[in-house]
């Protein structure tokens, strides 16, 4: 037996030596600045062991065995410390200060802290997303001095270099923007989302965006180009993420009222109610917003309503959901001719065209964060919408309405979603590394039918005789499940590389039928024929790019990319009936690549650059062309018109003067701004005729934003002026509108706004004069709804907006 005790002895003996070896090993992190904690902060010791510092900047590794260890600390705006520890057998506890990433320019400590331009970027890893190497932008509304109640997206996205903004409607409720030469209507060519899902009516077959968020209610607007092909989707644009407002957590209750009144009959009402209760916290708003409109006949009214929910079920998991509804009727004046425009541009002849929306969204997020360096989101997400469109639409714009049966479209869209990602932080051969996984499935569908509606003048959405009368009728059901993956590299505290790729699978079906009424002299029905037709379209590939990122100076970051980019047929470019338009049977899906390479500061209260070169390569891009049929009418052909190159140079560049002159002021603040694009383009390659060698349409050369922004204590102004030079609007490069005007230049146009606003106590007020020296101008030549023709702009429009905060 003796034995058997002195094993056991010398097995507790081991066991308790064992325990003694264990030791606990706790700290905080400060700034060496200004002593404030540092949340986030991840902390390894060795390749070893890794804990994040929670919202005290504290952190603690609970048994850590008795060696040598090296601790190494990874957090951004903040240098990396190293420093050896002996860990000994006793409880240790270490105070660690960090120094900002940011240097001393004479004897002003350059912080990120105070800044406020209301423009910055992404931060390398951040929000489960990879964006090192990447070519991005981050918008902060609240921080601007701009019209925020009409959605004012001249004044927005002024910070973003080379977007092609269309200003058709002044009450901002739809977003159309584009760039390097992509078509902005509602914003197609982006992969637009809120709050990390995606928000257009179909994201695969019909991706424009009928639903903007309320930009009062946005707490920042992500902006990702090119190359957020791998992660967010395969196109050119890149993304565009709403990023709402998120709860207060320091109150039960927060209340945000604001009232604006403007030009044209414009009011805007908007309340939002914010507030954290134990685990729960909340956001939710409701916007109210009419016009009459700077053109007759253009006057809406629009609803949003919005609400999200956080519930935290502990420390390393949460769960939340959002609600979106939104709608809104609006009455169109219809486009004008090139000789409407002049004499008038404020002139209509159509007074029964109008047009509806109805948004409704929900989104589940679920967040787990595994440990220190693993952390899990997963996203579903589903859209029920629909939007109708009505009216007299001849192809020649000037035509007077004779009050004959107008043309209805009407679209439903279901779809729904869920996208799941892992984000990884590891180490090889001792240097950092972060994984990005993801997939994605997606369901969509889409009834779209067209035909005759009735011959009043009121929003009558119904359909004359749908039996007979419905000439198109398509349902459009479509599927994709796409696996991503990037991988951060960093080979050196300067350098990394990112290397990533994508697989889609993606199958797109129509099935319904397309016919036509024919009519003698008289106007009366000889003919309706219809023909029914199913096609189905499945298709697999892989997309791959890579990114570079070297910082030669802590404020200095030079990164490029190259990725490829892909865009499907979408519903629109299949089969709806224009009666100026032909659709090209043989459509085929558009395929490409862009580079960026650039050099920008890392962004301080002082001053804020990117400058970047880009290359973008359009193989099979889609536009249209004219020609005239067999009866000499001018009409347009949308087809695959050919390869695309577009090559140009973005740069932006801000500075508050007024404290590098004067560091010691605090409360003077002078900002100017300079956003300059200079774009080349032409068509290498193309089968039609009259198109190789052209200029390629929504390409200004010359696109210019600059402007000024005083601010003394709360009290702000600017003043930014718009500068875009002539573009076409077809690959033909045509400058003469014809009677539809649906094609031809858009010439050249100059615009100045002013805004300003002042914080005291409770109250804010702002206020902005749009289009300061009412030019009259247009960005727009409408195809279809909601012209054909010129779409003129709003001349100049005045605003004011009272908020209270409680």
């Known amino acids: 037996m003796k034995p058997k005790v002195f094993n056991l002895f010398c097995i507790l003996l081991l066991v308790s030596t064992a325990s003694i070896a264990q030791s606990r090993f706790s700290g905080q992190v400060f700034s060496r600045s200004d002593s404030t904690v540092i949340q986030g902060c991840l902390i390894y010791l060795s390749d070893q062991l890794s804990v994040l510092t929670d919202s005290s900047g504290a952190f603690l590794f609970q048994s850590v065995p008795n060696g040598s260890y090296t601790l190494q600390t990874t957090v951004s705006h903040f240098r990396v410390l190293k420093k050896n520890i002996s860990i000994s057998g006793k409880d240790m506890h270490l105070d660690l200060y960090l120094t900002s990433s940011d240097q001393t320019l004479q004897e002003l400590t350059v912080t990120e802290k105070s800044t406020d331009f209301g423009f910055s970027r992404l931060r390398g890893v951040e929000s489960m997303g990879i964006y090192e190497g990447k070519k991005s932008e981050v918008i902060t509304p609240e921080q601007l001095v701009a019209n925020l109640s009409t959605n004012n997206a001249r004044q927005v996205y002024s910070r973003v270099a080379g977007l092609n903004i269309w200003e058709n409607e002044g009450g901002g409720l739809q977003l159309s923007i584009g760039g390097r030469g992509l078509d902005p209507n509602r914003t197609s060519n982006f992969n637009v989302r809120q709050n990390g899902h995606d928000i257009s009516a179909d994201a695969l077959g019909y991706p424009e965006s009928y639903y903007t968020p309320p930009i009062e209610g946005v707490g920042r ?174 192809n020649r714009v000037a035509t007077i309405d004779d009050n004959s049966e107008r043309d209805l479209i009407k679209g439903n869209f279901t779809n729904w979603g869920a996208e799941a990602r892992y984000l990884k932080r590891y180490f090889v051969a001792k240097k950092m590394a972060v994984l990005l996984v993801g997939t994605r499935y997606y369901h969509g569908f889409n009834h779209s039918l067209q035909g005759q509606g009735s011959k009043g003048k009121d929003a009558d959405f119904s359909f004359v005789e749908p039996e007979r009368f419905v000439t198109y009728d398509y349902r459009f059901p479509n599927r994709n499940v796409s696996l991503f993956a990037e991988n951060v590299f960093y080979l050196s505290e300067r350098l990394s590389v990112t290397p990533g790729v994508r697989f889609e699978y993606i199958k797109t079906t129509a099935d319904g039928f397309y016919g036509n009424i024919s009519r003698d002299l008289a106007g009366n029905i000889i003919n309706i024929s219809k023909t029914t037709e199913q096609r189905s379209n499945g298709r697999q590939f892989v997309l791959a790019g890579v990114g570079v990122s070297y910082k030669p100076h802590s404020k200095v970051d030079l990164y490029g990319n190259i990725s490829q980019n892909y865009r499907s047929i979408t519903f629109s470019d299949m089969r709806i009936a224009n009666p100026s338009s032909v659709i090209d049977p043989d459509l085929k899906d558009e395929k490409g690549y862009s580079i960026d390479l650039g050099v920008r500061s890392h962004q301080t209260a002082l001053y804020n650059y990117d400058i970047s070169l880009f290359y973008l390569n359009y193989n099979n891009r889609i536009g249209e062309v004219q020609f005239y049929d067999e009866s000499n009418r001018v009409l347009r052909l949308r087809s695959n018109v050919g390869q695309a190159i577009i090559t140009g140079i973005e740069s932006y560049a801000e500075a508050d003067f007024l404290r590098l002159a004067l560091p010691d002021s605090k409360d003077w603040s002078g900002v100017v701004f300079s956003n300059l694009a200079l774009i080349q383009s032409e068509y290498k390659h193309s089968e039609v005729p009259g198109v190789q060698g052209n200029q390629v349409e929504f390409v200004p050369k010359v696109n210019l934003k600059t402007g000024l922004r005083i601010g003394y204590k709360k009290l702000k102004g600017s003043f930014q002026l718009t500068s875009l030079s002539d573009q076409f609007s077809e690959a033909t490069n045509a400058t003469d509108g014809g009677v539809s005007s649906v094609v031809g230049l858009i010439p050249a146009y100059q615009i100045m706004d002013l805004s300003f606003s002042y914080e005291w106590k409770m109250l804010k007020i702002e206020s902005s004069i749009n289009n300061l020296a009412n030019q009259m101008y247009f960005t727009r030549r409408a195809t279809g709804y909601p012209g054909p023709g010129i779409l003129p702009s709003d001349g100049r429009g005045f605003y004011l907006t009272v908020q209270v905060k409680i």
Request: aromatic share 16%.
């Open 221 to 394: 607007i992500q902006i990702v180009r090119g190359a957020a092909s791998l992660q967010y989707g395969t196109q050119f644009g890149g993304l565009i993420n709403f990023v709402m407002r998120k709860p207060v957590q320091n109150k039960k209750l927060e209340v945000v009222a604001r009232q604006s009144i403007g030009s044209f009959g414009f009011y805007n009402a908007f309340t939002s109610a914010s507030g954290s209760m134990g685990k729960l916290s909340y956001y939710t708003f409701y916007q109210y917003k009419k016009a009459d409109g700077w053109r007759a006949n253009s006057h809406f009214n629009s609803s949003t309503l919005y609400a999200d929910l956080d519930y935290k079920l502990s420390e390393k998991t949460s769960l939340g959901l959002d609600v979106t509804h939104m709608d809104y009727l609006a009455k169109q004046p219809g486009g004008l001719s090139d000789a409407m425009f002049k004499n008038d541009a404020r002139q209509t002849n159509r007074e029964r065209n109008w047009f509806q929306v109805g948004w409704n969204m929900m989104a589940l997020h679920f967040d787990h964060k595994f440990n220190a360096t693993s952390d899990f989101n997963l996203r579903v997400f589903g859209l029920a919408a629909h939007r109708y469109s009505l009216g007299f639409r001849p």
